[in-house]
């Protein structure tokens, strides 16, 4: 059976881009399968088609979906991008989409963003005599390979 998928590239990207605005085009490639560079011209179409305008947020782009136009195609021309998006974006049990940054943390083998938190001190027992508790200092162990 050959390999082939219903939508086009131009249909996944803009489902990349539904599902995260701030999207790198690197990433974008990479869940699609195709180089950034086709990416960057499949953004170039879809902006030319008014399918979607591309904004500068810092040193990102931000992606807005024109989700009122309507699909190029005679026999889809009756459906909107909205709802093309409702369809395509709908999936029982999908995860929320990991940023670039939970990516590469988690490719790291980096279980969590945030360190461990400290283990609260022991507040003396007034009822305990200083001789019954232990004089020795908690030691907070670091994980070898940790960010932070």
């Not at 390999?3 to 131009?10: A, D, I, R, V």
């Not at 990416?39 to 810092?58: A, P």
């Amino acid at each position: 059976m050959g390999k082939w998928t219903l939508f086009s590239n131009h249909g996944h990207v803009l489902v990349c881009l539904a599902r995260d605005s701030e999207a790198r085009l690197r990433d974008v490639a990479a869940d699609v399968g195709i180089t950034e560079r086709a990416v960057q011209k499949i953004v170039r179409d879809l902006q030319d088609g008014d399918m979607i305008s591309v904004s500068k947020n810092g040193r990102r782009n931000s992606y807005r979906i024109h989700k009122k136009q309507n699909l190029r195609h005679e026999l889809e021309a009756h459906c909107t991008l909205k709802d093309f998006l409702g369809v395509a974006r709908k999936s029982p049990g999908r995860k929320r989409q990991e940023k670039p940054v939970e990516k590469t943390i988690r490719a790291m083998g980096i279980e969590a963003l945030n360190p461990p938190a400290k283990p609260e001190a022991k507040k003396p027992d007034p009822g305990k005599s200083k001789s019954t508790e232990s004089t020795k200092p908690e030691t907070i162990e670091r994980q070898q390979g940790s960010l932070f």
